[in-house]
């Protein structure tokens, strides 16, 4: 099994035999894999952890301020205080911005651990708020109970930013 520095070379090395391979095809990476899909990009602003709710709200309506459409924060104060966060927040940055949770290992913390039924109650508790997604909130490897979370349509999930291998 490779480590995640190998794994990062080879990503290096897949990416330069790309470029090779459309500079001798005549063209962009963009244009060898198809052509471009969207001329703009939306960026998010993402900031700080370990704070109450009302900091999480502030901060959010801060960062959007500079020009960021969303706003993404690290939910790990409890089912009901993470609810309220995103209440708070949505007050603070009205119905157009987008508010993204990354769930990732803030919600797996041992003794503290959110199970599915937690996670689920959860995010049927921020739907209303319309949030952009909910990232990585279940074990990475439990991609049965992603299916599941995901087929219920609740919220958008996100998730595959911590997979290291194909």
């Not at 099994?1 to 005549?26: F, I, N, P, Q, T």
């Not at 909130?137 to 291998?165: F, Q, T």
Request: aromatic share 10%; with cysteine; hydrophobic share 40%.
């Amino acid at each position: 099994k490779l480590g995640s520095r190998a794994l990062a070379a080879l990503g290096a090395v897949e990416v330069a035999l790309y470029d090779l391979w459309g500079k001798a095809e005549g063209c962009s990476v963009t244009d060898f894999f198809g052509g471009r899909k969207q001329e703009t990009i939306c960026c998010y602003g993402s900031a700080g952890m370990y704070q109450s709710a009302e900091s999480y709200a502030q901060e959010a309506a801060a960062v959007c301020e500079l020009g960021f459409s969303a706003y993404k924060y690290r939910p790990a104060l409890g089912p009901d205080e993470d609810h309220r966060t995103v209440e708070l927040m949505r007050q603070a940055l009205g119905p157009n911005v987008g508010i993204c949770l990354d769930a990732h290992g803030w919600w797996r913390m041992g003794d503290k651990s959110y199970s599915s039924a937690t996670i689920e109650s959860l995010a049927r508790d921020i739907a209303p708020f319309g949030i952009t997604w909910l990232e990585e909130p279940l074990p990475l490897d439990d991609r049965s109970a992603y299916a599941e979370l995901r087929a219920k349509e609740v919220v958008p999930i996100a998730a595959g930013e911590h997979e290291h291998d194909l």
